[in-house]
């Protein structure tokens, strides 16, 4: 099998007798399906989740005899300034695996399914990994890993179950079952007595998850009722994550950007990377007059603003938005110097 004859890492797997499963890790975890994969390896539509100016995946790929062994290749691939793959670097991280696995993906040894060195390779933090992988078990219907009895309990009763001896990945593979009734009336009732680092990681691990509207009204009290706890506001923006509007979690963000003192990097990474679909025509203005004003508190001399304006004009939903705040006649002072600090670098 040579490169010259394949064409997409599609085929490449195809041919090589496996079946596989994609699973865009971008922005949020969400698996898409072989022909939209493909439509984006070939650049026929835009990325729909980049990030970094990348698109990320997690392929999972089994010999199509024995679906028990599964292995996965964790690749990012930059993406051009409209938001398409770029297929030169597509073709590149191609060569490199044709020319040192060849056909060998029909093998079924740990070795021969093992990713050469190559730039497009990346490796999950250990949060990413726990949520992928209680996500891909979901996916594939593989048993949970153990001690979720465990997490169930301590969901109900806080104060009787020590949860430092609770596994992380168990935390996360409860997490995706975060609907179920009778998870979803134990986090409404006792999410205020849960630990800290349990709340953080049980939080993290509702991501992938489409929210029961009960438990999205239960995370947006959290938040208007702030301890002024800024890392556990940020793990609850994170679980609110979702795939359509939701007035409830827009006011949320409309009232934090409203505050008089600006937000920090972190909190506007989150709302960008996760609540780019929340940003109306008013919170794409008021998350960027945001960006403005922390970006001359903290002396970054525009690379802030110019870092979020480049990742949210790469995302097919907000593209026209950010490109129309430059337009805007009504915006302050400080958003409007931000704006022409952007052009001045362009033409630099």
């Known amino acids: 099998m040579g490169a010259q004859t394949i064409e997409s890492i599609s085929e490449f797997l195809l041919h090589a007798g496996t079946n596989f499963q994609i699973v865009d890790m971008g922005r949020e975890i969400t698996a898409i399906d072989a022909q939209t994969f493909l439509d984006i390896e070939n650049a026929a539509i835009p990325v729909p989740r980049p990030r970094q100016q990348h698109a990320w995946f997690g392929i999972i790929f089994w010999n199509t005899q024995q679906k028990q062994n599964e292995y996965i290749w964790f690749v990012k691939l930059p993406v051009d300034e409209q938001g398409l793959l770029v297929p030169a670097s597509r073709n590149h991280f191609l060569q490199i695996i044709v020319d040192a696995l060849g056909s060998s993906l029909t093998e079924d040894s740990e070795q021969d399914q093992t990713l050469p060195d190559n730039p497009y390779n990346f490796v999950p933090n250990q949060q990413q990994m726990s949520l992928f992988n ?80 009960d438990l999205v009204e239960t995370f947006c009290q959290a938040i208007a009722a702030s301890d002024d706890s800024v890392k556990r506001d940020q793990a609850i923006l994170r679980a609110l994550t979702t795939q359509s509007d939701d007035p409830r979690i827009q006011n949320i963000l ?11 990097v972190d909190t506007l990474s989150v709302i960008a990377a996760r609540h780019y679909r929340q940003l109306n025509d008013e919170l794409i203005k008021l998350f960027f007059e945001q960006v403005a004003k922390c970006d001359e508190s903290q002396g970054f001399e525009g690379a802030l603003f110019k870092g979020f304006f480049a990742d949210l004009v790469q995302i097919p939903c907000t593209r026209e938005r950010v490109l129309t705040l430059l337009r805007l006649p009504e915006r302050s002072a400080t958003l409007s110097r931000a704006i022409g600090q952007l052009f001045t670098q362009a033409k630099g």
């Open 254 to 264: 409309h009232d934090m950007m409203c505050e008089e003192a600006s937000l920090d």
């Open 134 to 213: 209680a996500y891909a078990r979901n996916l594939l219907d593989k048993p949970a890993t153990q001690g979720i009895n465990d997490v169930n309990r301590y969901l109900s009763h806080p104060a009787i179950v020590d949860w430092t001896k609770l596994s992380v990945q168990a935390v996360a593979d409860t997490a995706l079952l975060i609907n179920q009734p009778d998870k979803k009336e134990a986090v409404k009732a006792c999410f205020h007595l849960y630990a800290a680092d349990f709340q953080s990681v049980l939080l993290s691990g509702c991501e992938p998850v489409c929210l029961d509207s």
